[in-house]
């Protein structure tokens, strides 16, 4: 009996227009800085025009990566609501690809830009078995007093009563052909800007931290510390951190050299460095990890994994020879890929825009033993 889940960051799927670029220029889209605008309802139209366009090229090409993970379970973050997941499944994956996943949940949860997590499923596995949709909870609510969460290091940007989360953590229950599986689906603070000098995923590593703590802590009260382990259990998302990146240096004149380095200390190490989950992306080789292409010029470039399929030791142990898939049709043109693992991209696919996300789709077929 197997099941393909995956977990995808489709970048911001709304279904509401943003025209503050009009009154902050720091928010305004580069194509319409070209123009002399003169008024606040001229910039609202062509804003709207802008928008509508490059969505349409976008959300095919977010289709048509949803469509190669080929998963009977999406798991999603950055979705506006459920009207923009309705509207983007009937639309792009079933009529246009005829492909499309008749059950969709998610809560409205803690996002400032209101942008949360989101489930797609299918009614029944690749090989026929029925997948049943059991209960769904989400800790959006808990505070950093809630779990004793709140030290020093989460005083410099919170409070006590503030909110764990940055998004939440969605809890779903399904059976799989008559089993039981419980999926966690998450997407942590993401890192930030520098600040007095200060990486910002070292200044803002605590708040993330603290949302790994506080996912390993849920897990374990639903099922004790001590049997955890023996369950089916998987935690999905964009965790906007890495223990692992690959530099680059170099250039297109001279070619590229690609360095995998280790970091001292990550968000994630509360989830796996003691065994207490698994990143099954690890069982890929070292230069083929990666999700995400990071860059803010030539001095700054990297590629690594931030959006991940935790598995509890027991899956991962009934697993052990499986190996996820990540893909990476939809990166736009200027993401560098290491020698041998170019891909062919979508059609349309743009130098930085249009493209399918800026992170890539993580697959994975699970036996449920």
């Not at 911001?12 to 928010?27: A, H, P, T, V």
């Not at 893909?327 to 059609?347: H, K, M, N, S, W």
Request: charge should be negative; hydrophobic fraction near 35%; charged fraction near 30%.
């Amino acid at each position: 009996m197997s099941l393909r889940i995956a977990t995808f960051n489709v970048e911001n799927l709304m279904n509401r227009f943003d025209f503050s670029g009009y009154r902050n220029e720091l928010r305004q889209d580069r194509a319409l800085k070209l123009y002399d605008i003169k008024t606040e309802a001229q910039y609202r139209q062509l804003e709207l025009a802008r928008a509508i366009s490059q969505t349409d090229d976008s959300r095919q090409m977010t289709a048509l990566a949803i469509v190669q993970a080929d998963a009977d379970i999406l798991c999603m973050q950055e979705v506006d609501n459920l009207d923009a997941l309705h509207a983007f499944e009937y639309g792009y994956l079933f009529k246009m690809i005829g492909r499309g996943y008749m059950r969709k949940y998610m809560i409205e949860a803690n996002d400032s830009r209101g942008i949360d997590v989101a489930i797609m499923m299918r009614e029944e596995t690749r090989d026929g078995q029925k997948i049943e949709f059991l209960r769904m909870e989400s800790h959006a609510y808990l505070t950093y007093a809630d779990l004793e969460l709140y030290d020093e290091d989460i005083a410099r940007t919170n409070q006590p009563g503030d909110k764990i989360f940055r998004r939440d953590c969605l809890e779903i229950d399904v059976k799989v052909g008559g089993r039981p599986l419980t999926i966690y689906i998450t997407h942590f603070k993401s890192m930030g800007s520098a600040r007095d000098g200060v990486e910002g995923r070292i200044v803002t590593m605590p708040v993330r931290a603290a949302e790994a703590k506080a996912v390993r802590h849920i897990i374990e009260k639903r099922f004790g510390k001590d049997r955890a382990a023996s369950k089916r259990w998987v935690i999905c998302g964009d965790m906007n951190d890495y223990q692992e990146r690959v530099l680059i240096t170099g250039d297109y004149a001279n070619g590229f050299e690609f360095e995998p380095v280790s970091e001292d200390i990550s968000a994630l190490d509360v989830l796996t460095n003691d065994g207490f989950s698994e990143n099954v992306v690890r069982r890929r080789a070292e230069l083929d990890r990666w999700t995400l292409y990071h860059t803010r010029g030539p001095q700054e470039r990297h590629l690594c994994q931030l959006d991940y399929l935790l598995l509890s030791p027991s899956l991962a142990s009934h697993n052990a020879k499986k190996v996820p898939d990540i893909v990476r049709a939809g990166q736009p043109y200027r993401t560098i890929f290491p020698p041998g693992l170019e891909v062919d991209r979508y059609p349309r696919t743009g130098w930085d825009r249009p493209k399918a996300s800026d992170h890539c789709p993580v697959a994975i077929s699970l036996d449920l033993l």
